[in-house]
């Protein structure tokens, strides 16, 4: 894992609230602000779900002020009962905020701090809070219009060209961190495909929102194996990770930004299929969304990318890819986000996999690699 030695000085990180302090936010500010000193603090409101966000209100010297530090900041970390069986969430947004995300290109919170303690399995990152700029937080049950995710397409296509191609990080590499495991592989998700965990999801709500032909765990494990197949054989980048309408926001001049990233290398398509379908309404997506896949590679085509899918292909891949973000929001805990949210989308990539035959395209593409797997080792036998 890459490491910066600096943030030693706000190690060990606080793994309870009550830890939070004076001494210990001077230290982490201190970071990029030498001479900062936070002489007194306040917990405004909290956010409690799949991390802890907490608003601060922060007495600073003047230091602080000349830097920049607004008087409120967002810290956010693993301060709940679950927090150490996310792990991978807490390391990956921390380190994406900390590595990644400030030469992304993407519009997204001022980050004041970004560790992650490796030995407290505890990441924490201090950020802007978006209030103070007055934006409109992206709603799940309000989907948003052509060229709103026309915009948010443009960011991404050159998020995704700065490390288009990529072949997984090594040991050493500053973003050795980032894995290329698909989520699914993960031994904690994987847990979730178990049958009894899987038929509990569907009984929900989400579930029922959902065709009964996406009920089945077999077709879904099938289906992901198909999908990682797949992954293996088109160009790969860092994604954002998480692109959904609920960590997205609008200026009041209309730019767009992402935040809660948790960047892994992926198949870019599969965040676009994502992104698409979670962000439009049912009807207005079979409208817009071969628009706005071609939108994105003309994008991806700008910044110089020049061995994108062509549309045929992008679209095929889009339509594969749509399995995995289906399971994510089938298999998401109402703890992290109301049924409400999950039900809207778990309709919205229902609607979206039966349009474009999911479930045929990935049987087809399994018949096809047994058939080249079968002639693969004929041809070994000399047969």
């Not at 936070?38 to 907490?54: A, H, L, Y």
């Not at 409109?136 to 948003?144: A, Q, V």
Request: charged share 25%.
């Amino acid at each position: 894992m890459s490491d910066n030695s600096a943030n030693d000085m706000a190690r060990p990180l606080p793994v309870s609230i009550e830890e939070i302090d004076c001494d210990w936010l001077t230290r982490a500010l201190r970071i990029k602000v030498p001479g900062v000193t936070v002489r007194n603090f306040e917990i405004v409101d909290m956010i409690r779900g799949t991390c802890t966000k907490i608003r601060l209100r922060l007495d600073m010297d003047e230091a602080g002020r000349q830097a920049g530090i607004p008087e409120t900041v967002f810290l956010k970390g693993g301060f709940e009962s679950h927090s150490r069986d996310l792990v991978f969430l807490l390391m990956s947004e921390s380190l994406g905020y900390r590595d990644l995300l400030p030469n992304s290109g993407l519009n997204n919170p001022a980050c004041y701090f970004a560790d992650y303690d490796e030995a407290r399995q505890q990441g924490i990152v201090i950020m802007e809070d978006l209030a103070n700029r007055s934006v409109t937080f992206g709603d799940p049950l309000r989907p948003r219009g052509y060229d709103d995710i026309a915009q948010t397409l443009s960011l991404l296509a050159g998020y995704h060209a700065r490390t288009w191609g990529c072949a997984a990080f090594g040991a050493g590499d500053r973003l050795s961190w980032i894995d290329s495991s698909l989520p699914f592989t993960r031994p904690s998700l994987k847990r979730l495909l178990a049958p009894d965990v899987w038929q509990r999801y569907v009984a929900m709500p989400r579930g029922a929102a959902a065709s009964v032909r996406f009920h089945d765990l077999g077709w879904a494990i099938g289906a992901l194996q198909s999908m990682e197949a797949l992954t293996g054989e088109v160009p790969n980048c860092v994604i954002h990770g998480d692109t959904h309408l609920g960590n997205v926001f609008f200026e009041p001049g209309g730019a767009a930004g992402f935040y809660d990233i948790v960047p892994r290398r992926a198949a870019p398509m599969s965040e676009v299929c994502y992104h698409i379908t979670l962000a439009l309404d049912v009807a207005d997506r079979s409208r817009w969304e071969e628009a706005l896949v071609r939108h994105y590679l003309a994008e991806l085509a700008a910044h110089g990318i020049a061995d994108a899918p062509g549309f045929d292909e992008a679209m095929r891949q889009y339509a594969a890819f749509l399995v995995e973000g289906y399971c994510l929001v089938l298999l998401n805990d109402a703890y992290f986000m109301p049924e409400a949210l999950i039900t809207a989308y778990a309709a919205r990539f229902s609607a979206a996999m039966l349009d474009h035959d999911t479930a045929g395209l990935h049987a087809r593409a399994t018949d096809s690699r047994k058939v080249q797997v079968q002639a693969n080792n004929n041809k070994e036998k000399g047969e």
